[in-house]
């Protein structure tokens, strides 16, 4: 069988635009919206953002809810199970624990929110200069660290309060500042130490990029894909390390509740009255997760060698 | 033809690092002159001291001893101002294509860094006129202006950096082995690619390499390191044809030939040893331990750079008793 050569008349086209780039097609984005974009794509994450608005939300209405308030004691309702009136039931003083839970997620969310910004902020300023400076500079900073780490966080604690006065939420938030950047400067410097050599960070240096410049622009952004997990890691062992504060007398003064306090005192009946403990235990859990999960999908979307 | 101008000149300059055995010197005593327009083309093997010297011109080093003069002025002593001002006339491109881009930048933010360090543009659409015309320059496509890095090959992660040392109208380029990290074949496009640019924008390359076949297409002059000294340079032709050292033969030598017949019946120069320790280096000539020709004089003198013939330096006591390639 012989076979005849094809021609151009043997080909037509199967439809769509001819001559036209497909890259013309694609739209313009901005780097947040592509941030954006791809975080929604992770189902848990958003899910999880949902859930800490919701928590935010119950945190800020909750209490005026329902009739009672978080502070005065009813003896004729004391340790209900939850039911339609109590509807978290009541504590062994016949407080409503629907409204100690929101009115103690106040204080421990701020403190959350709060007592892990402000140190993971002084902590990358800090670290980011003692790395990208170096030398002498670096030395004394981490020497200061050093000595500073050595010293057990609750002697500086007692002396805050003893100074500002304990009881009041600044004053933690103050105080755990104070006592957590040493761990986010450690951890950024080491990460700028290792950024500042790459090509790229030198090539910001010779087209005249001065040191805020490059800082700024170069490092900060490659940091904080890696130091966000870590951040939202820790927010829930600031919320422990508030209750630890409030068991030993430091932390918000009773009758203001706090979650770690109410798990603490329930703790103490959770064989007889496993409510009052389980609920706040599981706000601290949901928060906790949350966080975690928010972190993990911001994490992958601020990297675009991550995205899809 | 006029005598081209001198545009950076380095006299003695010698850069040392401390380590933990002594004291590490990477450049030893250099004096070079790059003109206005021309590619001097700089090889030699790896840890000679190559991409010190270039970052020593980039004022990313401080030389310890000699100075680095651009446009006549000692670029040690700048003001603030004139510091920055030497940013935009000297620019670099880096050899790994893949470690030079940040990765949380569109390629177009990163063209466009030094613009906006220098605040050049007014407007957005001057600055997204300027970074496309740099695209278009250096071969690609506009469309590509808002892509992250990783998703380029290392050829067109390399014309981005091409565009990025661009974008300031530099009169200087330090090329770091820009096309050793490259395909072969990408080799050529670059090397073509940047020869355009210098004809169109009269830009002067220290082009570093130890790419010796590769260096020929581009290089004016060329000058050969080895332990952080100069030991020849010449115009490009006499490198090849006109050598005199015995480090520059062996260099040759170990180009291979693309006729596997030549290839076979060629004499090569072999090295014997190793490169000597840049820790505290040996007396004398720093090639005198490897140099099948050295002599009693080369174990204990350095020989000085001496023109053997108009803009031809060699650094060697015997290069009149050697025998002519």
Redesign the interface.
């Known amino acids: 069988m012989s076979q005849t050569p094809l021609t151009e008349l043997d080909f037509e086209p199967i439809g769509g635009e001819i001559g036209l780039?497909p890259?013309?097609k694609?739209k313009?984005?901005t780097?947040w919206k592509d941030v954006w974009r791809n975080f929604k794509k992770n189902k848990a994450a958003f899910v999880s953002l949902f859930v800490i608005a919701l928590l935010i939300l119950l945190v800020l209405i909750g209490p005026g809810m329902n009739p009672f308030d978080y502070r005065t004691n009813d003896y004729s309702v004391i340790n209900f199970p939850p039911d339609s009136v109590h509807w978290f039931g009541t504590d062994t003083m016949g407080r409503d624990i629907w409204t100690r839970v929101w009115e103690g997620g106040r204080v421990s969310l701020l403190i959350a929110l709060l007592g892990t910004l402000f140190p993971e902020l002084i902590g990358m300023a800090i670290g980011g200069i003692s790395g990208y400076f170096g030398g002498k500079v670096d030395m004394v900073i981490m020497r200061m660290i050093d000595v500073l780490m050595g010293i057990p966080s609750l002697i500086y604690m007692i002396l805050l309060m003893l100074v500002f006065g304990s009881g009041n939420i600044v004053t933690l938030i103050i105080a755990i500042s104070i006592t957590g950047w040493m761990g986010a400067a450690r951890s950024t410097r080491g990460l700028v130490l290792q950024l500042k050599g790459?090509?790229?960070v030198?090539?910001?240096?010779?087209?005249?990029?001065?040191a805020g410049?490059i800082i700024l622009?170069?490092l900060i952004?490659?940091i904080l894909g890696y130091r966000v997990v870590s951040i939202t890691m820790s927010i829930p062992s600031v919320i422990f390390y508030e209750a630890f504060l409030s068991y030993i007398g430091l932390g918000v003064t009773p009758p203001v509740p706090s979650w770690g306090q109410l798990i603490k005192s329930a703790g103490e009946n959770f064989r007889y009255y496993p409510y009052q403990f389980i609920i706040p235990c599981m706000m601290v859990g949901i928060t906790m997760l949350s966080f975690n999960l928010v972190g993990d999908g911001l994490r992958d979307a601020?990297?675009?060698?991550l995205r899809t | 033809m006029s005598e081209p101008r001198v545009l950076l000149e380095l006299k003695n300059v010698k850069t040392v690092f401390k380590v933990k055995q002594g004291i590490l010197t990477a450049v030893n005593g250099v004096d070079l002159v790059i003109h206005e327009g021309e590619t001097l083309g700089l090889v030699g093997e790896s840890g000679c001291g190559k991409s010190t010297l270039g970052k020593t011109i980039l004022r990313l080093y401080k030389p310890s001893q000699g100075q680095v003069f651009f446009e006549g002025r000692d670029i040690w002593s700048y003001s603030r101002r004139e510091r920055k001002e030497y940013t935009r006339k000297v620019q670099m491109i880096f050899q790994d294509p893949y470690a030079s881009l940040d990765p949380l930048s569109v390629i177009g933010d990163t063209v466009a860094e030094g613009m906006d360090i220098h605040r050049i543009t007014n407007s957005r659409q001057e600055r997204e006129k300027q970074i496309m015309s740099l695209l278009h320059d250096v071969g690609l496509n506009q469309s590509h202006v808002d892509r992250y890095p990783h998703e380029f090959s290392g050829g067109q992660r390399q014309r981005v950096g091409i565009a990025r040392a661009l974008s300031l109208s530099p009169k200087l380029i330090v090329c770091d082995e820009p096309i050793s990290a490259l395909d072969v074949s990408i080799q050529a496009q670059v090397v073509n690619l940047l020869k355009r640019l210098q004809k169109e924008n009269h830009m002067a390359y220290l082009f570093i390499t130890h790419d010796l076949s590769m260096v020929r297409q581009i290089a004016n002059r060329i000058a050969v390191m080895y332990l952080g000294s100069i030991v020849e340079i010449a115009d490009s032709e006499d490198i090849y044809l006109e050598n005199r050292h015995p480090y520059t033969r062996a260099l040759l030598s170990a180009i291979p030939i693309a006729d596997p017949v030549v290839e076979k019946s060629r004499q090569r120069m072999v090295l014997t040893g190793d490169v000597p320790s840049p820790v505290n280096l040996p007396s004398g000539c720093p090639f005198a331990g490897r140099c099948p020709h050295a002599a009693d004089l080369c174990r204990q003198s350095v020989p000085p750079l001496r023109e053997i013939s108009p803009g031809h330096f060699v650094a060697c006591h015997r290069s009149d008793e050697l025998p002519h390639a």
């Open positions: 780039d890259e013309s694609r313009k984005t780097y790459r090509d790229f030198v090539a910001s240096k010779t087209l005249g990029g001065s410049w622009r170069r952004p490659n601020l990297d675009p060698r």
